[in-house]
């Protein structure tokens, strides 16, 4: 019972992580319909600056903020510079290169500035686990609680104020929203700004559990593709809810049935299967119009 | 009366091919303009360049300033709201949502919960359905949803694109009849496309028939309903 439960609480984290890089996933999903291939490298990305950060001697938290903010506005500029004149000029199949393209560039410039070598990278949280439990560790823990507010700050942007409905209603609808005065074209990169932010937080959270290194987030995107196909890939809470199921599963299923080394392929299988068998996802919308 | 919106030499095109030639009008402040025609005769694309959303030639003067250079958000800031062909409505989010983003350009939020309630007031199947995802209402409760949505931006040119189209009569009386309140009790000065010349010329003050993208007649609503060419092709008695 005791090992279920941890690897339930240390899928849970994982989950979040998985969870938090499917919602940044959905997030450009929906405004453009395109999936950022390079979103899992922009997050090793920040967090290799993290790491630079608090290396120079920067306080943790300091340096999480410091990185959020810096990946908010690489984001934008990245959609501005790149992805943009990019959809304008060239076809699904040429915006898709470039996403490969910003996804190698962020690869290799990682390992051209930081070299390769796995890097070990700290836990804000104590070493010892909450009350000397064995189920979860107070890293896993403060990852689970990390992606919690992460998520609930922005349900509660998008929820509740003008800028928020302004990106959702941008995302649905460009030419209505233009015609409200939403600057469509800033909604996009503001979209942009905020993925990698979330996506910044989730490698910091998942760095002091996988370690920092270059490849350390291509085997999260799959993940965070599989949980956003899971969730339904126009639905955020759902994408977000396949997040801790893929990483529950994943963590049962590598425990009890597969062992370790095959943890990926749950991924992949899970990939193939929503596709095949239930396209739209678990919480895929299904919209009522009346004419 | 003062020229709230100048338009001339206007001309506008999809692509290479061009449906408005030299097109010129210009809607009184506080007022009523109509513009009639056939379909196909170029009035939704007259509506389309006045907020710059085809490519269009030619001046648009909105109380003295160019907008013809003008982007279409940046006009919505002028105070030129649009009520879309087919409505434009945001399908997937709430009536309440839909109306909040009427006004999102606004800088006096304060104010907008008590335009809100006003929005109710006018149509109140809106106030029982608030919450309830824009894609599933009606037609005619879409259409009351579009001009409401407009009005939250507290406009001074109104622009509706066949507000009648596809609705039931009745419907289409509640609409016609709280524009014409609108007008009078907030001075918002319109401009209203229909096929439905009766409809139109009824509550207009001012007119102006389209054929195949030219302005071909101009006049007080009064001289356009009491021409006898228009009367049999566009009234039909």
């Known amino acids: ?291 | 009366m003062v020229a709230l919106l100048e338009v001339s030499g206007l001309e506008a095109a999809y692509g290479a091919t061009k449906v408005l030639h030299n097109i010129s009008f210009t809607i009184a402040e506080g007022g009523i303009t109509t513009m009639l025609g056939a379909n196909g005769a170029g009035k939704t694309t007259t509506l389309r360049s006045l907020c710059s959303m085809v490519r269009t030639w030619g001046e648009i003067r909105f109380e003295g300033t160019r907008i013809d250079n003008r982007s279409t958000e940046e006009i919505v800031r002028l105070g030129i709201a649009h009520v879309p062909d087919g409505r434009g409505t945001f399908l997937e989010l709430t009536v309440d949502e839909n109306l909040r983003l009427g006004a999102y350009v606004r800088k006096d939020r304060k104010a907008v919960p008590g335009d809100l309630d006003r929005m109710y007031t006018y149509f109140p199947r809106l106030k029982d359905r608030r919450y309830q995802q824009a894609g599933t209402l009606s037609g005619g409760e879409q259409q009351m949803l579009a001009l409401s949505r407009a009005l939250m931006l507290r406009p001074k040119l109104l622009l509706m694109d066949e507000p009648s189209f596809g609705l039931a009569p009745l419907v289409v009386r509640d609409i016609f009849a709280i524009m014409r309140t609108i007008n009078q009790q907030e001075r918002v000065s319109m401009l209203l496309v229909e096929q439905n010349a009766n409809l139109a010329l009824e509550l207009a003050d001012q007119a102006y028939l389209l054929e195949t993208g030219r302005v071909v007649m101009s006049g007080t609503s009064e001289e356009i309903r009491n021409d006898e060419q228009i009367r049999r092709s566009y009234l039909g008695y």
């Open chain 1, 1 to 291: 019972m005791s090992t279920f439960l941890h690897q339930v609480f240390s899928g849970l984290a994982t989950g979040g992580i998985y969870a938090s890089v499917a919602l940044a996933l959905v997030m450009i999903y929906q405004a453009t319909n395109l999936i950022n291939f390079a979103q899992g490298e922009m997050a090793m990305f920040s967090t290799y600056i993290a790491w630079s950060l608090i290396n120079a001697g920067v306080p943790y938290w300091l340096a999480f903020l410091i990185t959020v903010t810096v990946s908010f506005i690489g984001g934008m500029v990245i959609e501005r510079v790149i992805i943009r004149p990019a959809v304008k000029r060239s076809s699904l199949l040429g915006v898709v290169i470039v996403f490969i393209g910003v996804l190698v560039i962020f690869n290799s410039l990682a390992g051209w500035i930081f070299s390769y070598t796995i890097k070990s990278f700290p836990s804000p949280f104590p070493e010892q686990a909450l009350f000397n439990n064995t189920y979860v560790s107070s890293h896993e823990l403060g990852a689970i609680i990390t992606t919690l507010v992460v998520l609930g700050i922005l349900y509660g942007f998008f929820r509740f104020t003008p800028l928020g409905l302004a990106m959702r209603a941008a995302a649905q609808n460009p030419v209505s929203s233009r015609l409200v005065g939403i600057r469509v074209g800033w909604m996009l990169a503001l979209g942009w700004g905020l993925a990698a932010a979330i996506g910044a937080v989730a490698g910091m959270m998942v760095a002091p559990m996988v370690y920092l290194d270059p490849n350390m987030m291509q085997g999260i995107l799959i993940y965070a593709f599989a949980a956003a196909l899971l969730g339904g890939i126009d639905n955020p809470w759902g994408s977000v809810l396949g997040g801790f199921i893929v990483g529950v599963l994943e963590n049962l299923i590598g425990a009890y049935l597969f062992g370790t080394e095959l943890k990926l392929s749950v991924a992949l299988i899970l990939i193939v299967a929503v596709l095949v068998f239930k396209p739209t996802g678990l919480f895929g919308k299904v919209l009522v119009t009346r004419v």
